[in-house]
């Protein structure tokens, strides 16, 4: 079965510094990943998602993160982060089910939550 | 274009009492999941729906939990009875394909007393 590490529970940055948030999985074959923000009280948003081709994916928000299968890592990254940016953000992974017609079941990180100093 | 509604917000309720959560997908959206948030927890799928059609509900709790999900759109949540254990956020997402993005609403907070 699929599982997702995020190693840390908190972090703190300051304003207009940059960000990386640690993203583990471990999966057998090629997975789907992805990285969701929850702000308090609300859903969560989708930032971005790895599914095949370029390691490195844009998302929304100025945030990007890289693949590196060596390493079974999604790190996420923002170069300049902003106050708006204090959430919990959450590493996802997802397999195709059986038959091929979806990504089957999302296994979340347990969430990494940020707080921003100004 | 509307985001997915669900209701109550909050609710506060005691042991043995039933209760029901309501989820409003995005219009069009045929793809439509709950999932059970507890605290400093990620999101766990409780079950996904296609059109009317129950797919995958292999982690929701059958003895107490049930689902429906009735012309394929609207959809409830039910626990009966509910448990102190039960106490956490759910959330209901919906995509327009099992492939697509799953856009979440904000979650019902549940306490069971």
């Known amino acids: 079965a699929q599982s997702v590490t995020q190693p840390d529970i908190h972090i703190t940055v300051s304003e207009g510094a940059s960000l990386e948030l640690r993203c583990n999985y471990s999966y057998g074959a090629t997975p789907y990943l992805f990285w969701y923000v929850q702000s308090p009280g609300q859903g969560l948003q989708l930032l971005l998602k790895?599914?095949?081709?370029?390691?490195l994916v844009q998302g929304i928000k100025g945030f990007e993160a890289e693949f590196k299968r060596s390493q079974s890592s999604f790190n996420l990254r923002k170069p300049s982060v902003h106050w708006s940016d204090a959430a919990e953000y959450f590493c996802?992974?997802?397999?195709?089910?059986?038959?091929?017609?979806?990504?089957?079941?999302?296994?979340f990180g347990q969430g990494t939550i940020l707080t921003v100093h100004p | 274009e509307a985001g997915v509604v669900q209701s109550p917000r909050y609710k506060i309720i005691e042991k043995k009492q039933p209760v029901a959560f309501w989820c409003n997908p995005i219009?069009?959206?045929?793809?439509l999941y709950w999932y059970l948030q507890n605290l400093g927890q990620g999101p766990e799928l409780l079950i996904r729906?296609?059109?009317?059609?129950?797919?995958?509900d292999s982690q929701l709790p059958k003895d107490r939990f049930s689902a429906e999900r009735l012309k394929g759109v609207d959809s409830t949540l039910k626990i009966q009875p509910a448990e102190l254990g039960d106490s956490a956020v759910y959330l209901c997402a919906s995509s327009s394909t099992p492939w697509a993005e799953q856009y979440f609403g904000p979650g019902t907070r549940l306490t069971v007393t």
């Open positions: 729906y296609e059109n009317e059609e129950a797919v995958d």
């Open positions: 219009s069009g959206h045929n793809t």
């Open positions: 996802a992974v997802g397999r195709p089910d059986a038959g091929g017609t979806s990504y089957g079941k999302l296994t």
């Open positions: 790895y599914f095949s081709g370029d390691t």
